[in-house]
């Protein structure tokens, strides 16, 4: 069974600009997941999603992430502009019930780098 | 407001012997209680989960412990392997059908040969 994808891996920009992430979750996953881990902290739920509709977004910086899930299935998260502080890996997870919690899959992050 | 702390960010323990980690948390009532593991450059990867009216799991090497009293999870890797280094997260639901996962900060976990 293939596992989370995510892309891309590493990336660099300059504060103010723009950057995108994209998701693809384990197939059959209802249920998609952004978080964002700093350096030396566990990870923090940004957005969580299921099927295309949100169920949780109150930990995400409206003013400036966005995050969209067409179709139910991929998934972008967007930061415009970027901030020094956005500075962090961004990990995508995605959800199957199993014995009634959801066991959670995690990609293996985006790190990005605000220069 | 709801505080998780793990008892420290590094533990060196010698190969065979046993490695016990704390989580403890505050201001929360959680349904379960689960332990992930995370390598360098890795997303965490699910090891055990253990419910609210659990005392104890077991997983091959793997124990976890939850005393809801104490406010306290602790998870036991017995006969420790060099393999078994990376990091361990724990993290709590508020319950079943809400998967808001709040996350310790980690501790990362060398086993020495």
């Known amino acids: 069974e293939a596992g989370v994808a995510q892309s891309p891996r590493y990336k660099i920009i300059e504060k103010r600009q723009s950057v995108a992430f994209w998701c693809n979750p384990i197939?059959?996953?209802?249920?998609l997941y952004w978080y964002q881990q700093i350096l030396g902290q566990g990870p923090k739920l940004l957005i969580q999603?299921?099927?295309?509709?949100?169920?949780?977004d109150s930990q995400l910086p409206k003013d400036r992430f966005s995050a969209e899930r067409l179709k139910g299935v991929d998934s972008t998260l967007k930061i415009q502009p970027a901030k020094l502080e956005d500075s962090a890996v961004y990990l995508c997870?995605?959800?199957?019930?199993?014995?009634?919690?959801?066991?959670?899959?995690f990609g293996p992050g985006t790190r990005l780098t605000v220069t | 407001s709801q505080k998780i702390e793990q008892n420290s960010e590094a533990l060196n323990i010698q190969e065979g012997k046993t490695a016990t980690l704390t989580c403890n948390y505050t201001?929360?009532?959680?349904?379960?209680l689960q332990w992930y593991r995370q390598d360098p450059g890795r997303g965490p990867v699910f090891l055990l989960l253990?419910?609210?009216?659990?005392k104890e799991k077991r997983k091959e090497r793997l124990k976890v412990t939850f005393d809801t009293t104490l406010k306290q999870s602790l998870f036991h890797i017995t006969a420790s392997q060099p393999a078994d280094s990376a990091t361990y997260l724990c993290?709590?639901?508020?319950?079943?059908?809400?998967?808001?996962?709040?996350f310790g900060t980690g501790t990362r976990l060398t086993i020495i040969p």
């Open positions: 997870a995605s959800s199957l019930v199993v014995g009634g919690f959801y066991e959670q899959y």
């Open positions: 197939s059959g996953h209802a249920t």
């Open positions: 999603f299921q099927n295309n509709g949100v169920v949780d």
């Open positions: 201001n929360y009532s959680p349904a379960y």
């Open positions: 253990i419910r609210e009216n659990e």
């Open positions: 993290a709590l639901a508020p319950n079943f059908g809400n998967e808001k996962l709040t």
